[in-house]
């Protein structure tokens, strides 16, 4: 009896070692930017509340330090990352709809409707979940990065001012077509290849929003700014959904919580930070142009939306369409 006993305690202590052995996890999280550029600094959040709030630790993988965006996708897919940090720029190439992001003017450029949107959208908190879910991605959250400007090496004041130039975009096929609408010849690459491209005047211009553009260098290699408007860059992010599935509830909870926890500092990081970075690049360099598009200029790049509108609904059918009708229908919430 007593050694039955002693037997059942050690298997039980044994047991329970492995229980909290295994309890203790290291998670992997890769992201499309540099530890202090907004994504770094929302995946930095992410790890101290889940490292202040578990024994779990999680390992930060900057840009570059396991390959191009599309890299890190495949890498969460395939389960040998935890979490990613992709924007739609990138993941509209495996998920048509996630494309809706470059509509040209749906999106409000910035601001507290622009938040308000990304807090409460039933198209990204409810629909857009389910359609990752088929690519095996539990979608966290999504939210913005800040106004997209050009940056060129031409002034850019209407359409015609962007014929002929290579304009780089991300690679997915609706920003193409939507750079091909402004006029543009668009020319789409991974990140690591913008900087060189506009050094040997490949490409003679990009966009991105102002924070990167300061932080990436990208005005020591064009001379104009221009803001045309036209969207916000949204970014999101993701755990691989059979990882995500296996947590138990608490975790799977820390998780949300932190990704909460992450959003919120996010949004407020961003307050006035278009417009330190620009202070920052005009110290730099105060030959560069800052335009801001009047009224009518914008429309002209406004009359394309149409177009573009109608080449998303043709690439995605009805299902894009749901998402479109359902992002309209969020975002006129936000703003009535
Ligand atoms: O333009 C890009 O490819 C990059 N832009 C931003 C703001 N973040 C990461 C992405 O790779």
Redesign the pocket.
Known sequence: MKFKTVLIGLTSAAALMATSASAQQTWRYAF??AIDEV?GVFATQFKDHIEANSDHTVQLFPFGTLGE?DDIMEQTQAGILQFVNQ?P?FTGALIPEAQVFFVPYLLPQEGEALNEFFRTSVAINEMFPELYAQHGLELLTMYP?GEVVMTTRNPVRSPDDLSEQNIRV?TNPLLVESYRAFGAVPTPLP?GEVYGALQTNMIQGQE??MF?VESTRMYEVTDHITFTGHNN?TTALMANQDFFNDLSEEDQQLVREATQVAFDYILEYQEGLTESALETILESKPSMTVTRLSDEERQAFMDTAESVEAEFIRMTGDSGREILEQMKADLAAVTD
Do not use: C, K, L, R
Request: glycine share 8%; no cysteine; proline share 8%.
């Open positions: 499309e930017e994504q965006s924007s720029g990065e991300m990140w991105n929003p990167f860059f």
